[in-house]
């Protein structure tokens, strides 16, 4: 069946409500208002108010009293509007959920699942459009996934809720809308491995999230060019599917890392200090990256455009790794 | 009405004592890192965490040997956590500030101040939810009032109505500065009150006086009243650390305030009452000699955890 991305993310809470009593759902504008990207639609007449919970506007609190029923035994959905205001929250998920089973000896597990919009492309400017799930993969003790199909969508909430410790999920904005055909029996999907999206045979194209539609549109492009590139989604971006990664580069020699985040000291410089260590003589040319603009994302359309990957970005770095 | 009795001064001789030995420990080089001693506040964390049941929570802050002793956990597992030892309550990875134990739902010693808040407001919620009649108590001190998270707290727990103790340990001083050098309003009840909490200050130095207040606090709490707030005045004879050298405060303010120091006073009251004599003093004393001793010694005779098992408990394990 068809479905969207955000039918998708709302069939995965409905599952998970249905499936187990001890989850919830809990953010700003979750219920009566239906989600800030209506994901939630629907769900607070359904499921009612304390299991679909509207919460005042305190970013830090109601993701530390996520943490807090986790540790109680409940299994909330702490969902927040925009990556930009967890940052509102990031003591609460860096100095607590991520850091209470090491600290406590291996007492305290925090079975958190949290989910926040990222990333650009709907014209938000600097303060709701920006992709921190790099920096979130930069903290030992959580997982961090990055769902960019309609599938993984649908059936990484499912596996995220069964891990014992904190995984957050960033979901693409500019993917809510994107739809895509699914199983009606769809469950849950592994988050241990990345996938190929497409084969290739002259360079890997490596990426996740709002960038492998980008990256699927380049390699179209640059198979009419005669060149194959593999399309590489990682999907996991903590921990990183080393393996994966590997194995393609070591199959086409030459790799690009597409990310929406900043460059510097992103998640693509560790991708190719990895590439670089494990992969250096199976290497036909450097590890190139093709990030976001070092500048807070703008409103303007244009600028906006310009200051993340294209498919024509895409393509022209992809082409400058071949050499032709 | 709470009556005054030995095992209220035998409860804060253990942590006064314990005290005294973990600043020794320290000079000898066997502590390392953040100290921070509880001299001083013994009647808040006696009078008040007596009145919590098993099934309730404990959320606290750096400053929490004295809670988590009041609390049950032993002396033996919180000075082997100082060492830094496989025996200690964190397996010595948490050490001075940060003391946890599973077993009596004592979620940590806090080095985030008000980082504890939105925990105990969330482990109420679940307790809540899941229909068990345990109260949440949350210790911190006057220093957290001024952050964030004390204020999206309490209306948090206000707003749903969570079981929730806040407790503040009002000892004065954030650190190294006064209440009234950072807060425009220094009544911290009154700001519990503007979220609609019922609010209490009580007097910290006076064990009974805690008790009590706790009590009808919990009563009330877990009768579905609530969260409640109390404020207890109460002040640390010690430094902030072992690093600090008190340039902020005036010795004739702390010479003032030992005056008030709760254990004399406990032992005074049972003097005049007939409770106590010399000889069962001296027997109290040397009950708890005992036991911090065997404590040094439990904790300068524990393992080191090896340093191949570093990574374990960054994830759970056997998944």
């Known amino acids: 069946m068809e479905i969207s991305y955000r039918e998708a993310v709302r069939a995965a809470i409905v599952d998970a409500l249905e499936r187990d009593p001890k989850v919830f759902l809990l953010g700003e504008d979750v219920g009566l208002y239906g989600g800030c ?132 999920i960033f979901e693409h904005v500019a993917l809510y809308n994107m739809s895509g055909e699914i199983g009606e029996d769809a469950g849950p999907v ?135 | 009405m709470t009556e005054p009795s030995a095992s209220l001064l035998h409860q804060m001789l253990r942590i006064r004592r314990f005290e005294e030995a973990s600043a020794e420990q320290y000079s000898a080089g066997k502590i390392r890192g953040f100290l921070h001693l509880y001299i001083g506040q013994e009647a808040v964390a006696v009078g008040m965490i007596r009145e919590l049941r098993d099934i ?26 100082m060492f830094g030892k496989l025996e200690g309550c964190a397996r010595g990875r948490g050490g001075s500030m940060h003391l946890f134990d599973a077993a009596t739902r004592f979620y940590g010693g806090n080095a985030i101040v008000a980082g504890g808040l939105p925990l105990a407001v969330g482990l109420a919620l679940g307790d809540q939810m899941q229909g068990r009649p345990s109260v949440t108590a949350c210790i911190f001190g006057d220093g957290a009032a001024a952050e964030g998270m004390f204020h999206e707290s309490l209306n948090l727990a206000a707003l749903w109505r969570l079981p929730v103790l806040f407790a503040c340990e009002n000892n004065l001083y954030a650190m190294g500065t006064a209440l009234a050098r950072s807060h425009a309003q220094t009544d911290l009840s009154a700001r519990a009150r503007s979220y609609g909490l019922p609010a209490e200050s009580v007097d910290g130095m006076d064990v009974l006086a805690v008790n009590r207040a706790t009590a009808a606090a919990c009563e009330r709490i877990r009768a579905g009243g609530g969260p409640e707030f109390l404020e207890f005045r109460t002040y640390r004879f010690r430094a902030h650390s072992m690093f600090d050298p008190e340039l902020y405060r005036d010795k004739a303010e702390v010479e003032q305030w030992k005056r008030r120091d709760p254990i004399p006073a406990l032992e005074l009251l049972l003097r005049e009452r007939g409770l106590l004599d010399d000889a069962a003093l001296a027997a109290l004393e040397a009950e708890v000699a005992a036991e911090v001793a065997d404590a040094v010694a439990f904790a300068e005779a524990g393992t080191l955890e090896p340093v191949a098992e570093l990574t374990r408990f960054v994830h759970s394990e056997g998944r």
């Open chain 1, 37 to 168: 990207y209506a994901v939630s639609k629907g769900l607070h007449e359904r499921f009612g108010p304390e299991r679909i919970r509207d919460t005042p506007l305190a970013e830090a609190t109601f993701t530390g009293a996520g943490i807090g029923a986790a540790l109680a035994g409940m299994r909330p959905i702490v969902e927040v509007m925009s990556c930009n205001f967890s940052l509102l929250a990031l003591d609460q998920i860096v100095n607590t959920a991520a850091t209470l089973l090491h600290m406590s000896g291996g007492q305290f597990n925090v079975p958190i699942v949290i989910r926040m919009a990222t990333g650009a492309g709907r014209q938000l400017a600097a303060q709701h459009s920006h992709s921190f799930e790099g920096w979130y993969a930069h903290i030992p003790g959580v997982k961090v996934l990055a769902p960019a199909t309609v599938s993984d969508a649908r059936g990484m909430l499912w596996t995220a809720l069964e891990d014992p410790d904190p995984v957050l």
């Open chain 1, 190 to 324: 592994d988050i241990d491995r990345a996938a190929i999206r497409r084969e290739g045979a002259d360079l890997s194209v490596i990426t996740y999230g709002g960038s492998l539609h980008k990256c699927e549109a380049a390699a179209a492009t640059l198979a009419e060019l005669g060149i194959a590139a593999e399309v590489l989604d990682l999907r996991t971006l903590r921990p990183l599917d080393d393996a994966a990664i590997f194995r393609s580069v070591r199959k086409t020699h030459r790799a690009l890392i597409v990310d929406e985040g900043w460059r510097s000291g992103g998640i693509a410089a560790e991708i190719s200090a990895r590439i670089m260590a494990e992969c250096f003589y199976d290497l036909d040319a450097p590890v190139a990256r093709l990030c976001g603009a070092e500048v807070p994302i703008p409103y303007a359309k244009q600028l906006e455009d310009a200051s993340i990957p294209q498919p024509e970005t895409i393509v022209a770095a992809a082409r400058r790794v071949v050499g032709r």
């Open chain 2, 56 to 81: 309730d929570a404990i959320v606290s802050t750096y400053r929490e040997h004295g809670h988590a002793l009041a609390r049950g956990i032993s002396a033996r597992s919180i000075m082997a956590e």
